[in-house]
Each structure stands twice: as structure tokens, then as C-alpha cells.
């Protein structure tokens, strides 16, 4: 069974900062990861994804995202925070070798960045 | 493009009536989702259609929910009997393959 844990409810960093928002997987196949972020009263928006490749990934407005899968971990990073940052953040996770298989969220990290 | 629309954007009900949410998911995706979201909390899956394929169901809460995807491409949530827990925002999205989700913006329900 897919499971996605994000440890902390809330992460709290000031502007200009590095912020980490934390995801664990685990999955029996292949690991497709993905963020999204979901900003007040709006749907959610997909960031960036990891689907083969490079570690690394880049996603939209400067984030990005390690793959990492000794530790099953798909960290969501920014360099330098901004206050319009803050939102919450969902980490999914699907099987790729299983078509049809459903993604799995986990329960969102709430983001606020402080100036 | 035209991203995933729902409508409508906010529907408020009294408790007991039926309501139907609906979803266009952007054109040529084959899947859609359906999502339940209480107030910045997080995502409980409702219900998957894939294609052809039956769809998974294994998230509807109760036999009073229930959706149903027309040509493969427009889909209706219908909530029977609504209760006041049923209040939420509930989330519909598209997908091609295996790839990412795009979500439409949602429809506000309140039961009052």
C-alpha cells in the first residue's frame, strides 16, 4: 500500500531564509512524487514533480525537491522564502509501475513565511 | 488551455436536500478525481474514474454519495440526503496518465 507522511503540521521561517517542507513515502513500485501548493481559498496547484532522472527536480516560483531513495524522502525546498510562500504544501506519491493505481496525499504542512 | 471547471462555486442547501457538484476536466485527460476538504485541512479521497475502467469508489463516505462520468469526460457528484458534516469544499481533478493532477478551483458546500 502507498503511504505519504509529512511529519511536521506547520513550518514557520522567516523571509529571505531557506525553507524545508519534509515528505516521506513508500510505495511497493516505482515512485512518482509530486507537490502541490494550495494558497487561501484557492484549488490546489501542481509545483513539481519527480518521475526519473535527476535527484533534483525544479518546479515552479523557485521551489524544488530532492529524491532521495535510501530515506524515501522527497523534501520540498526554496532558497530564500517569501511571505507569498506561505500556503499549504501536499506531498503525493503514485506507483508508476501499477497504471491505474491512485495517488496518495498526505496531510499537508501549513507554510507561513514572517517578514 | 482551459484548465478543470466546477460548478458551482459555492452551493448552500438545507439539510436533507440533494445536491449535484460538477467537474469538466481539461479536455483528453482520461482520469478524474474527486476530493472532500474540511476547512485547510487535508485532501480525503472520494472516488477515481480511469478510462474505461470501473471506477474506484473506495473513498464515498456513505451510500448517500455517489458520481457518475459521462462520455468519459464531464462528471457529477451527487450527495443525497445531505447532512451538516457533509459541509466542506469538495475538490475535482484531472489527470493524463500517470502524470500530475490539475485541480479545478472547487465548490463550497454548506449544509445549513
Known amino acids: 500500500a502507498q503511504s505519504v507522511a509529512q511529519p511536521e503540521d506547520q513550518v514557520n521561517v522567516a523571509e529571505g531564509n531557506p525553507l524545508t517542507v519534509k515528505c516521506t513515502y513508500s510505495?511497493?513500485?516505482?515512485?512518482?512524487l509530486f507537490w502541490y501548493v494550495q494558497y487561501p481559498n484557492r484549488g490546489l496547484q501542481f509545483l513539481l514533480k519527480?518521475?526519473?532522472?535527476?535527484?533534483l527536480v525544479k518546479g515552479s516560483y523557485g521551489f524544488e525537491a530532492e529524491f532521495n531513495k535510501s530515506q524515501t524522502s522527497f523534501h520540498l525546498k526554496k532558497p530564500s522564502a517569501l511571505v507569498s510562500d506561505s500556503a499549504l504544501y501536499f506531498c503525493?506519491?503514485?506507483?508508476?509501475?501499477?497504471?491505474?493505481?491512485?495517488?496518495?496525499f498526505g496531510p499537508g504542512t501549513r507554510l507561513s513565511v514572517l517578514p | 488551455g482551459a484548465g478543470v471547471s466546477q460548478s458551482p462555486s459555492n452551493k448552500v442547501t438545507e439539510k436533507g436536500k440533494d445536491v449535484e457538484l460538477r467537474c469538466d476536466p481539461i479536455?483528453?485527460?482520461?482520469?478524474l478525481y474527486w476530493y472532500r476538504q474540511s476547512l485547510g485541512q487535508g485532501l480525503e479521497f472520494l472516488i477515481y474514474?480511469?478510462?474505461?475502467?470501473?471506477?474506484?469508489k473506495s473513498g464515498l463516505p456513505s451510500d448517500r454519495f455517489s458520481a457518475e462520468r459521462t462520455g468519459g469526460s464531464v462528471s457529477t457528484l451527487t450527495i443525497q440526503r445531505t447532512q451538516q458534516e457533509d459541509s466542506a469544499v469538495y475538490l475535482c481533478?484531472?489527470?493524463?496518465?500517470?502524470?500530475?493532477?490539475?485541480f479545478g478551483p472547487g465548490t463550497r458546500l454548506t449544509v445549513t
Open positions: 503525493a506519491v503514485r506507483d508508476g509501475d501499477n497504471y491505474g493505481q491512485n495517488f496518495v
Open positions: 510505495v511497493s513500485g516505482n515512485p512518482y
Open positions: 474514474f480511469q478510462g474505461n475502467s470501473a471506477p474506484d
Open positions: 479536455s483528453g485527460h482520461t482520469a
Open positions: 481533478a484531472s489527470s493524463n496518465d500517470l502524470y500530475e493532477q490539475y
Open positions: 519527480y518521475i526519473t532522472g535527476d535527484n
